[in-house]
């Protein structure tokens, strides 16, 4: 039996200019961290034939073309996986969350199928092979963060150039840094789970056509991603939650389904009751609420009484492991 352990990640600064659409034309830059919430999954050879896929849903097929789960089908195809497996998926948050789930699934399902087949894979083939599985293997209007930082773990610098080639270096921060941003940083799930396809087709699909607008908003992005690190490197957190906020600001502006009425309150209300900062990390449209704060206990008060559950979290730096083999 093989066992993956794959991080999820939060969106520091420049979400959004990781997507083809935009770093083709004029290169890319995003800073994410792994953390500790992860995606598990087991590959399993079986004692009869066929493929026994379980997740939210247990499907047990005859032949790849039969599987339902996208992902799986085209990982098993692609890896020439004959049909005498079980593969079984579990995660410590649920998908849709903005969390990056659909990368770290990938990514963690993939490294299982090296491992089962007795393969290695290093990290950068890794999220490269994950990232071009979702992206030209199915169709997906997604980017290039959650696969590489899944695959890497830590605290990281991309830098996405317009031939596709990823440059990963780690945010350089010293230990003070690292426990402010740390204990500054607090998620607060809003309640709402939702596909981020909706957003990055809209974003896709204007960049593509030259839409002043959008390109100006995802230029700011990026510039405001070198000034996030920046900030950080310089060991100024309350600077990084003041970027944070002005993020948010200019996020908003990108898309309609990126925020609604009642998490625009939440935000507000979070930023009078001691958030300096805050985001939506992923796409938009619901899922988790970033915020940095100095003071913690005041901030969880009233999100709980909005009806907001926190998620308490510290950062992952191994990326995606091999966690047993058997």
């Not at 709402?192 to 593509?208: C, E, I, M």
């Not at 988790?288 to 559950?309: I, N, S």
């Amino acid at each position: 039996m093989i066992i993956t352990r794959t991080p999820l990640r939060i969106s520091i600064g420049g979400g959004g200019t990781d997507l083809p659409s935009y770093y083709e034309r004029f290169g890319g830059f995003v800073i994410s961290a792994a953390i500790n919430k992860h995606v598990y999954i087991t590959a399993n050879r079986t004692f009869r034939p066929g493929y026994f896929i379980k997740y939210s849903k247990t499907e047990a097929v005859g032949t790849i073309d039969d599987i339902q789960h996208d992902i799986v089908r085209e990982a098993l195809r692609r890896m020439e996986i004959p049909p005498e497996i079980e593969v079984v998926s579990i995660a410590d948050v649920p998908a849709g969350t903005g969390l990056g789930s659909s990368g770290s699934f990938t990514v963690g399902l993939l490294h299982a199928l090296h491992a089962h087949k007795r393969l290695h894979i290093g990290t950068d083939e890794l999220a490269c092979s994950a990232n071009d599985l979702e992206m030209n293997g199915l169709g997906e209007p997604c980017g290039k963060q959650d696969h590489y930082i899944a695959a890497y773990g830590g605290i990281m610098c991309q830098e996405y150039h317009p031939d596709g080639r990823v440059t990963m270096t780690r945010l350089e921060i010293d230990d003070t840094t690292r426990r402010q941003l740390r204990e500054g940083l607090m998620l607060f799930f809003t309640g709402y789970s939702r596909t981020a396809a909706d957003v990055l087709v809209d974003q896709k699909t204007r960049s593509q056509a030259g839409d002043a607008a959008m390109l100006e908003n995802l230029h700011f992005i990026k510039d405001l991603g070198q000034r996030i690190k920046a900030a950080l490197e310089g060991g100024r957190t309350e600077a990084f939650a003041e970027l944070m906020h002005e993020h948010w600001l200019h996020k908003k502006q990108r898309s309609d389904n990126i925020s609604n009425e009642r998490i625009n309150q939440l935000y507000d209300e979070a930023r009078t009751h001691g958030a300096i900062g805050g985001k939506l990390v992923g796409a938009g449209g619901g899922g988790f609420l970033m915020f940095y704060t100095h003071d913690r206990a005041r901030l969880r008060t009233v999100m709980v009484e909005r009806g907001l559950q926190e998620m308490d979290f510290a950062f992952d730096d191994d990326g995606s492991i091999v966690q047993l083999r058997s």
